[in-house]
Nanobody, 121 residues
Framework: QVQPVESGGGLVQPGGSLRLSCVAS????????MGWYRQAPGKQRELVAA???????NYADSVKGRFTISRDNAKNTMSLQMNSLSPEDTAVYYC???????????????WGKGTLVTVSS
């Protein structure tokens, strides 16, 4: 069964950096679009960045130029390098397998349990 697992969250000061990782099992992983989503307290879950199996990417406007998404198909992993973090980036970050670059769900929709990122001084 496909079950993405996130890691790398934590507490960081404003202006700092963090790197999130996601690993998933299954032969479909290398063929599927993967993405990072986040949900802040009291807000809806939103797309942060996504990447197709061949490396096409999409970023939310709020993170363009600060976050970089990447993946390693041989290892079934995906990463999110987050730089210049601000308190507004504080959220639980979720790994998704299956949604499109723009976040549309066409039926394949696997989620990790999330990892908390807190940006605070």
């Amino acid at each position: 069964q496909v079950q993405p697992v996130e890691s790398g969250g934590g507490l960081v000061q404003p202006g700092g950096s963090l790197r999130l990782s996601c690993v998933a099992s299954g032969t479909i992983v290398s063929e599927s679009t993967m993405g990072w989503y986040r949900q802040a307290p009291g807000k809806q879950r939103e797309l942060v960045a996504a990447i197709t199996n061949i490396g096409r990417t999409n970023y939310a406007d709020s993170v363009k130029g600060r976050f970089t998404i990447s993946r390693d198909n041989a290892k079934n992993t995906m990463s999110l390098q987050m730089n210049s973090l601000s308190p507004e980036d504080t959220a639980v970050y979720y790994c998704n397998l299956g949604r499109t670059l723009s976040g549309v769900n066409y039926g394949m929709d696997y989620w990790g349990k999330g990892t908390l990122v807190t940006v605070s001084s």
